[in-house]
Each structure stands twice: as structure tokens, then as C-alpha cells.
């Protein structure tokens, strides 16, 4: 579609919102925020909400989650006195008032000034870790506290817990340094505890001076994103210095290690891992995991918890070549640190690629990072021109069969997925496009031709999303090749979001109140061509292998208030006929995998996490303590036994891609990239799947 055809399109909607505005106060900003916002929400959302009780109630709960995630300032009879104006948030939304905000706001900067001075009192004298106690370390757990006095022994425990932590993990690293030389100066536990309660002191004494300096508007930002992600969890309010970080971060430039990161519950939470950067190569970063703290190098490390994202940022940022050091909380509650060196984005890295793996069978593999695309029209690199150069290369070389892996991948371009798709069947409907109150949009592929007809195997996990789910799930419909997944579904992303400017809904008279900001809105949905939504429920792979995460939540529905389900009658399709039987191929992957020790530790593994995960209550008592971090270590070790290569994977480059050994450093990146090919045992499995195929 033309730019021109675009803004026709997107015209006579502007036209009806600038019409709407006919009673602002002038100068009256943040009324003129929540009614543009409110507008946009209302005429552009694919699947927009009544501004009622019902929604007043989902605000409220939400609201008072995110201003106080770990229930360390507010009391109940706070919550009592906020929840008289539970149902009358509506009326505040649609008048353009803030009075419940306003009610929020003086509570929270009232029990935000008595905090301070319990953290000072409390850090001033040694803990008791004789004691026998525990703490909640899940906030969600626990209820908010009845008394001031509550509340502070509540901080209490959670200080002890961070100074029994900061013990630990120095008494670890002083016993690695005492194995490499015996020069080393060793801390008793007593003085390992004076040094901790000071670095903690010094911590919250720069939380709180943060907490300070955080004034309305932030506090306003954080109640408009609460209103837009009960409509879903994609659809986001941008303060303007929000909108600057927000397109920094949609043109590539991802922090110097390659993580796209967002606040979560006084956390930071790492969203995606970017293809071709330090994170992605180095391996241990994942999306899902929480930063605790950030160090520069070998020097000591900065709490990030209750840290905004922009100051966040500037600690992780940094020259190319330096060193930053996270210490990070995975999915299943274990703690690591992940070195990893700053550097640029390696384009070339983020492009398809392909090698292939000799055994019983030649199977061609295929990584794709990302559906990425020239956008601008400038003639750049297109990831379904890249896949067909690569299938072309395979076929000269008479491989077997052609495995794609999608893991990780978490999207893109919509119509190369439809182009990519297209190379793998005849002429025929790829996926379903549905705007509000509209019919559902049918995106083909006209093209007759078929550039690869052999045996075909997607390979997915919980982290392919979008436009990964929208190529997986069409050639599972057209059972044209097989999906072989590390999770029970992929992601479960089926939606479609757009940036409005909230300054394009002012009249130009008030233009004095400019820049209000911007709005992400979910304007479409998704849909497979047998007529199901990707939204929620993702595509379920027709062989599931273990992962340690699989039993925890993860991907659309672990978001707040995601879109639901639903779906719409199913295109005109014609399924191919297999040359294989699916349910022999999953029995006898399983009998392999019931022989492989391998996959009895990432069986084993996935237990564990999951009883980890739901074990949040933590001894403040230091032998039991220590003794059960040590346990957690133990077993966590037995993941170590997978990094290792895999007798019999041998991997040979395309001829066509053969690299001079005069470049050094593409040598070494290509020899990188076979080492992790060889350790895969998803792959190794999947390529054992594929030889079963007649």
C-alpha cells in the first residue's frame, strides 16, 4: 500500500477526534492528556472498552499494584481509604478530573518520607541471623500491612534478607579468590556484615533521593499506562521524554549489550534480546530475566531494584570493548552474574544463515533472528529474499531436508512472512488480518512457484512471536512441514499495534499545551487461515521436547489483562498430504529422548525451577540460609553437563559461504557460531526427527 492510500485511511479518523474537543480549559495539560488519550483509545483500539464501574475496578487493582509493587510504603487503611473512590475512577476518566490520582499521590509521598527513616534506624545495627525466621519474597503473596509498626518490621526482614544475600555472594567469591592464591586478605562474617549494611545503606540512601526527584508528571505517566494496559498489554502511554527513549529503542540502538529492557514491578525486566549484539552472542541473557544489579567490570556492583529505567540504562551503557557485568534472576529464581562486552550491532549477524549438518541424513539449517525488512523502500536487505538465496544454496548442495529455526525470533515484517511462507507452497492464503468492525483482510501468496518442495521442519519455543507464529502456523494448516517446539506453545502475540501523536487531536488553538505525548493502540488481530487467533494461545508444535521453563509461565498470558482468544471462519485452504506419520515421529522422538541423559536433566531441570518458583518463602536464618543456596548450586550445576559439544554433530559450511582464513575475526565468529550448533541437543533431536522421515 502508498503512503498516499495511508493517510487517506488514517485522515477521516483524525478528522473525528480534533472534531471531539470543543470544551478543554486552556493550559489545562493533563485534562487535555486523558481526553485525547481517551479519544484515541475509544475510535482506534481494535477492541475498545466501556468506561465503567466494571473498568474503574481493573484500574484501581492495577494502579495500586504498580505505585507500590512490593507493598513497602503503603498500609491497608491507605488501600481502605483509596478503594471509597474504587468506582469513581470513571468518572474522573471521562471529566477529565483527577481526584482519585490526586488522593494516590499525597498517600504515597506521605509514607514514601516515614520510610526513610526506617531504613536508616534499621541499618544502623547488626541483624540477628541466629533468629529463626523467614521472609515473603513474592510481593503478590503477601498482604499489604495493617499498622506503621507492621510495615516496619516488614522492612526489616526484607533489609536483613538483602544484607544475608550480599554475605553469601561475598563469602563465595572470597573462597574462589582463596582457591587461586593464598594471599588473599579473608573477611570474617562479622565484618563481611558491617560492609553490607553500609554498601545497602549507600543504596537506599540513592533510591530515595530517586524517589525524591520523582515528581506528578512521572506518577501521571505511570496512572495513563495503567488505564491503556487494561485495554491490553501492548497498548502504552509515552510521555514525550518516553516517546524520545521509545524511538531510540525501535532504530536499533538497544543500550550497547543488545536488551531491550522495561520497569516491571520495581524491577527491570529484559523484553528481547536483539539478533547480532553482545547479549545474543554471548548466549546466558534471556528474555524474561530480571537485572539485579549492573557492575562495570571486576568493580563492585549497584543495586538496580526500585531503579528507573533511564538511570538504569546509563550504568549498562558504555564504551565498545568494556566490560559491564549483570547480575541477573531467571525465570525460576536462581541468581547469576552474565559478563558481557559492549559492542555494536554486527548487522550480518542478524541475517538469515545456514550451514549444514552431515549424518544419516544432509540437513540444511537455517537460523532466522528476526522477519526483518528495508521499511524505507531503499533497497536494504529482506529476510524472504535472504531465505530464498539460502534455500537456493542448500539445494545446490542436495541436501536432505531443511530445518528453519524461529526460536527467539520474535518478529517483524508482515509481508515477508507471507513472501517467506510462499516458497514452501503453491499459490494460496498465508494468514488473516482483522481490523475493528471490519472483515478479516486476506494476505496471499500469488505466486505459483515453489522453491523448496522437501522435507520441512519449523523450529519454535516460547519466545517466537508475531510474525514467527504467523509462518509456523500456516505451514502447520497447510501441513506442509513439521513444528517441533521446545515449549507447549509459542508466545501467543496476535496483535497489531500503532503510534498516534496526541498532538495531532489538538485544535490550533491549543497548540500551548503541546507536546502532550504519544499512544501505542492495538488496531489488529491476527488469524490462522483455519480461522484461530495466535493471540493467547500461540501454535501448539506437533512435537514438544522438555525445557527447564515449560512449566512456568511464560509468554501473552503471563501479561496483565492480555486480548482473548477467539476466531473467525477459516480461509479456503487445501492441506497438503505428508509423506510422514506424525504420531510415529513423536514415538519414537520420545523413546530416543528416554535414552538420552540429557534430556532427563532439562526433565528434572524443569521440576525443579517450578518447585523453586512456587517456593517463595525464604530462611532469614544464616546456616539454613547458606546451606539452602548451596543445594540450589548443586543442582543447578547439572545444567553444565549440556554444555558440552555432541558426539557425531559435524557442520560444514555452504561452498558458496566458505570464509578466507585471511579474516580473522569472521573466522572466529563462524567457529563461535558451530560450537553453539554442536552443543544444541534441540537441534541434534530435530535433525534425529527429520533422518525418520521417508
Not at 558491617?194 to 533521593?209: E, W
Not at 530517586?210 to 499506562?225: G, P, T, W
Not at 516517546?243 to 543500550?255: E, I, L, P, R
Not at 541424513?361 to 537460523?367: L, M, R, T, V
Amino acid at each position: 500500500m502508498t503512503k498516499t492510500k495511508k493517510l487517506l485511511l488514517i485522515l477521516p479518523i483524525a478528522i473525528l477526534i480534533l472534531g471531539s474537543f470543543t470544551y478543554f480549559i486552556q493550559g489545562d495539560k493533563e485534562q487535555a492528556i486523558d481526553e485525547t488519550l481517551l479519544q484515541n483509545l475509544k475510535m482506534l483500539h481494535y477492541a475498545p472498552l466501556e468506561i465503567n464501574d466494571a473498568l474503574s475496578e481493573k484500574i484501581f487493582k492495577l494502579y495500586i499494584k504498580r505505585m507500590d509493587a512490593g507493598k513497602k510504603f503503603l498500609i491497608q487503611p491507605d488501600i481502605d481509604e483509596l478503594k471509597k473512590m474504587e468506582h469513581s475512577i470513571d468518572e474522573d476518566i471521562n471529566n477529565g478530573s483527577f481526584q482519585f490520582f490526586d488522593k494516590s499521590l499525597e498517600l504515597i509521598n506521605s509514607r514514601i518520607d516515614e520510610a526513610k527513616l526506617y531504613y536508616k534506624e534499621l541499618l544502623d545495627k547488626p541483624f540477628d541471623f541466629a533468629k529463626d525466621e523467614t521472609v515473603e519474597l513474592d510481593a503478590d503473596k503477601l498482604l499489604f500491612s495493617k499498622t506503621k509498626e507492621e510495615l516496619k518490621d516488614a522492612w526489616r526482614k526484607s533489609l536483613k534478607y538483602q544484607v544475608l544475600e550480599k554475605i553469601n555472594e561475598k563469602m563465595q567469591s572470597q573462597e574462589k579468590a582463596k582457591e587461586k592464591s593464598d594471599t588473599v586478605k579473608i573477611k570474617s562474617k562479622e565484618e563481611l556484615e558491617v560492609d553490607a549494611r553500609k554498601k545497602l545503606m549507600k543504596t537506599y540512601d540513592d533510591y530515595f533521593k530517586r524517589l525524591n526527584e520523582f515528581k506528578r508528571n512521572d506518577r501521571l505517566s505511570i496512572y495513563f499506562n495503567v488505564i491503556t494496559s487494561i485495554f491490553d498489554p501492548h497498548t502504552e502511554y509515552f510521555a514525550p521524554k518516553d516517546k524520545a527513549q521509545f524511538d531510540a529503542t525501535m532504530s536499533g540502538q538497544f543500550f550497547g549489550i543488545g536488551a531491550q529492557l522495561q520497569e516491571k514491578d520495581d524491577y527491570i525486566k529484559v523484553t528481547n534480546i536483539i539478533p547480532g549484539t553482545p547479549s545474543y552472542r554471548q548466549g546466558q541473557l534471556k528474555e524474561g530475566d530480571y537485572i539485579l544489579k549492573v557492575a562495570q567490570g571486576s568493580s563492585e556492583s549497584v543495586d538496580v531494584a526500585n531503579m528507573r529505567l533511564d538511570d538504569v540504562v546509563q550504568l549498562i551503557r558504555g564504551k565498545k570493548g568494556t566490560e559491564v557485568r549483570l547480575t541477573v534472576k531467571k525465570p525460576d529464581g536462581s541468581v547469576i552474574i552474565i559478563p558481557l562486552i559492549r559492542d555494536v550491532v554486527v548487522m550480518e549477524e542478524t541475517y538469515a544463515q545456514s550451514v549444514i549438518i552431515k549424518g544419516k541424513k544432509n540437513i540444511g539449517y537455517i537460523k532466522l533472528p528476526s522477519f526483518y525488512a528495508d521499511f524505507n523502500g531503499n533497497g536494504g536487505p529482506s529476510c524472504s529474499r535472504d531465505m530464498k538465496k539460502e534455500i537456493l544454496k542448500l539445494k545446490d548442495e542436495n541436501v536432505d531436508g531443511i530445518i528453519i529455526d524461529l526460536r527467539y525470533n520474535g518478529g517483524g515484517s508482515l509481508n515477508d512472512v507471507v513472501d517467506m511462507t510462499g516458497l514452501f507452497i503453491d499459490k494460496g492464503p498465508i494468514v488473516q488480518v482483522k481490523q475493528r468492525g471490519g472483515y478479516p483482510q486476506m494476505l496471499e501468496d500469488r505466486d505459483p512457484s515453489i522453491t523448496y518442495s522437501g522435507p520441512l521442519t519449523l523450529m519454535v519455543n516460547s519466545n517466537s512471536a508475531s510474525a514467527s507464529e504467523i509462518m509456523a502456523a500456516a505451514i502447520q494448516d497447510y501441513k506442509r512441514g513439521l513444528i517441533v517446539g521446545t515449549s507447549p506453545t509459542t508466545y501467543g502475540k496476535g496483535t497489531v499495534q500503532r503510534v498516534y501523536e496526541l498532538d495531532d487531536a489538538l485544535p490550533p488553538s491549543m497548540s500551548g499545551l503541546k507536546p502532550l505525548g504519544s499512544v501505542k493502540v492495538t488496531t489488529q488481530k491476527f488469524y490462522r487461515i483455519n480461522g484461530g487467533a495466535t493471540q493467547l494461545r500461540g501454535v501448539t508444535p506437533d512435537i514438544i521436547l522438555p525445557d527447564p521453563y515449560s512449566l512456568l509461565d511464560q509468554g501473552e498470558k503471563e501479561q496483565d489483562y492480555p486480548m482473548t482468544w477467539d476466531e473467525i471462519p477459516a480461509a479456503k485452504y487445501q492441506p497438503l498430504k505428508p509423506a510422514y506419520d506424525i504420531n510415529k515421529l513423536k514415538k519414537k522422538s520420545e523413546e530416543r529422548r528416554e535414552n538420552n541423559p540429557g534430556f532427563g536433566i532439562l526433565e528434572a531441570a524443569a521440576k525443579r525451577y517450578k518447585k523453586q518458583k512456587d517456593s517463595t518463602i525464604v530462611s532469614l536464618n544464616f546456616d539454613k540460609y547458606v546451606a539452602e543456596q548451596k543445594r540450589y548450586k548443586a543442582e543447578s550445576k547439572k545444567m553444565e553437563e549440556l554444555d558440552k559439544e555432541i558426539p557425531g554433530m559435524e557442520v560444514d559450511a555452504l561452498k558458496a559461504d566458505v570464509v578466507l582464513a585471511s579474516d580473522t575475526v569472521k573466522v572466529k565468529k563462524v567457529k563461535d557460531w558451530y560450537k553453539l550448533i554442536k552443543k544444541d541437543i534441540y537441534l541434534n533431536e530435530t535433525i534425529s526427527i527429520m533422518n525418520d522421515m521417508k
